[in-house]
């Protein structure tokens, strides 16, 4: 029997004495043949519960879960404390129509002139077109949606004729589009665009649904027994500003993965390494969005699923506060620990899309109590200082505890250059319980997961998921009842021990990742892989945005010495998206000049 540990509550934790422990998970890194042997046998039921039992106790999952007293009580959803407004925002109407809404934001953001852009009169080596560059081409009849949404159907079709497969869309109608983007060219013809998102191209993550398509998840199946009545509440809201969906993007099958493998469809590549993943789950919107093939994408997040291939794409990501939009429609919609999020390739476009998207459901506004929505406004010289008074919280033991220096490096740099430039205070933090957060996380949105799928697992569809996703399965299936409960005590505990960071300061800091893309084994491309190291590197920032329900974004600030993408993440107080899309503004105009083209990109407004 293992030795029972006694945790003192989380008010009477000595952070001077908490002392930083490397992340080592122990499991092999399986491929072909030999991981498909093994998945059969973890499924085994005397064997494969022994071999579960054992990686759990071997990674110090049972300790914790079983033979530890947590004096708190169990927290089953995000609880925050009541939160004062941010400074020198704009207060969004959430019950109001989202096309009033993105009007709002719209006038918040720094001067530009689309025209100077347009003309090549532009600094930047490498820039990516914004929303507004294209409401300045239709609106000036220099292009029309019609015009981009050709270029795009004949990008996509080359894409699904690649061997081995690497798709960008599970699902892709080239009418559906052509129809969508013949309504929003008569609009402007007739001088009544719907808003500045109007002839916009944005691709929906495939476990959120969009009519007319299905919503596969990335699976073979669950549009079978799961059928599509109508658009999920974030893509209602979209439509009604007149965006134009391209289709439903690629995914790890399920969401249960990092690195965006799909053996079902074929594997979306990196834009910037089409040898590496994008990342995951939500690896096809953030590839459509690098690659210049749409100027934002809804990807789903709960457990760095937008931030993370955001970050290894060199594109924006970002997650809301738990609550914030209504999840409604998705296939993550019962979750407590996910969000539905945008990606864009800039911070501007990011704020105006997720302006259409908020939201608060009438459940979770009693529940949650959230304060209004703002967007930072940008739009003034910023008199008041306010970003020059945000404290950045850097935990830097935690910080540096990455595959390559590069990216410990970079991040630093950038934060250096930020207080030098704006005047931002940097504080050392620490950040306690790190491994219980993780493990509290895998318990969580592995076991609601679990109660998602099991009715289609009992019918036997269970056998009809990928090899990876069967041996999560395997692994969530060891979780009991009181795992659960003693998961949600942890939740409670270390919520506390960041509302007590945050009287500190006003956002911690992180890189997004622990390594920048990894290179794809060929072997895993027909039947996937398993390899807990890469998605400990991946997730390594990540969990607190999803357990704790905060607010985080991933925003580019340059390469490593291979040219792979770097995104510094910014964590943010419950409710806090206007701060922390203030200070992204802000590196993201930092690091403009080192903006690189990526090897597949394509320009579908100007070609």
């Not at 422990?21 to 499991?27: L, V």
């Not at 979770?364 to 940008?378: A, E, Q």
């Not at 410990?408 to 704006?422: A, N, P, R």
Request: hydrophobic share 40%.
């Amino acid at each position: 029997m293992g030795k029972r540990r006694v945790m003192v509550a989380a008010e009477d934790v000595d952070l001077s004495a908490v002392k930083y422990e490397q992340e080592e998970i122990k499991a092999p890194h399986l491929t072909g043949l030999i991981f498909k042997l093994s998945v059969r046998i973890v499924e085994a039921p005397i064997v494969g519960s022994f071999i579960v039992s054992a990686m759990k106790k071997q990674n110090k999952i049972t300790q914790l879960l079983r033979n530890t007293l947590i004096p708190e009580g169990p927290m089953f959803k995000p609880e925050f404390p009541p939160q004062e407004l941010e400074a020198a925002v704009v207060v969004l109407d959430e019950d109001g129509k989202p096309e009033d809404r993105v009007e709002v934001a719209l006038k918040c953001l720094p001067q530009y002139d689309p025209a100077s852009c347009w003309n090549g009169n532009s600094i930047q080596s490498f820039r990516y077109w914004k929303i507004r560059d294209y409401a300045y081409a239709y609106r000036s009849k220099l292009a029309t949606p019609s015009m981009v949404a050709e270029h795009i159907i004949s990008v996509i079709d080359e894409f699904s004729n690649k061997k081995p497969p690497q798709p960008l869309l599970i699902t892709f109608n080239p009418e559906d589009v052509r129809s969508q983007a013949a309504a929003s060219t008569k609009r402007f013809e007739e001088g009544n665009p719907l808003s500045i998102l109007d002839g916009i191209f944005v691709a929906i993550k495939d476990d959120i649904d969009c009519c007319p398509h299905p919503s596969k998840g990335g699976t073979t199946w669950i549009h079978e027994v799961r059928t599509v009545k109508k658009d999920a509440v974030c893509v209602s809201r979209l439509r009604s500003c007149g965006v134009i969906f391209i289709g439903k993007a690629n995914m790890h099958e399920l969401g249960m993965g990092t690195t965006g493998n799909n053996s079902n469809y074929g594997t979306t590549r990196n834009p910037h390494a089409p040898e590496r993943y994008t990342g995951g789950s939500s690896s096809g919107p953030a590839a459509l969005v690098a690659s210049g093939l749409c100027s934002a994408a809804l990807g789903t997040d709960g457990g760095g699923s937008v931030r993370i291939p955001s970050s290894l794409c060199g594109v924006v990501g970002l997650k809301t506060t738990y609550g914030r939009t209504d999840i409604g429609g998705s296939l993550c919609e019962d979750g407590t620990v996910e969000i539905i999020g945008p990606i864009a390739s800039t911070v501007e476009d990011v704020m105006l899309v997720y302006s259409a998207i908020l939201g608060t459901s009438l459940a979770d506004r009693i529940s949650l109590k959230p304060s209004p929505p703002s967007v930072p406004n940008l739009s003034l010289y910023d008199s008041l200082n306010t970003l020059g008074s945000l404290r950045l919280g850097k935990y830097t033991a935690w910080f540096n505890d990455v595959h390559s220096t590069d990216i410990s490096d970079m991040c630093e740099d950038v934060l250096s250059l930020l207080s030098k430039t704006h005047g931002c205070e940097m504080v050392e933090i620490v950040v306690p319980e790190l491994h219980e957060m993780r493990t509290a996380h895998l318990v969580s949105i592995g076991s609601e997961f679990l109660n998602a799928i099991n009715p289609y697992c009992e019918d036997g569809y269970g056998a009809k998921l990928s090899y990876d996703s069967r041996t999560s399965v395997a692994l969530f299936r060891s979780f009991s009842a009181s795992d659960y409960i003693a998961a949600q005590c942890l939740r409670r505990r270390i919520m506390y021990h960041h509302m007590e960071i945050f009287k500190k300061v006003d956002v911690i800091v992180t890189p997004t990742t622990g390594m920048t893309a990894p290179i794809i084994p060929p072997a895993a491309l027909k039947d996937g892989e398993t390899d807990m190291r890469v998605t400990g590197y991946l997730m390594r920032f990540v969990i607190a945005g999803n357990l704790l329900g905060l607010p985080a974004i991933s925003v580019p600030v340059g390469y490593d010495k291979q040219g792979l993408p770097i995104g510094l993440q910014l964590i943010g107080r419950p409710w806090g998206e206007s701060s922390i899309l203030r200070l992204a503004s802000a590196i993201e105009e930092l690091c403009a000049k080192s903006k690189k083209r990526p090897v597949q990109y394509f320009d579908v407004l100007k070609s």
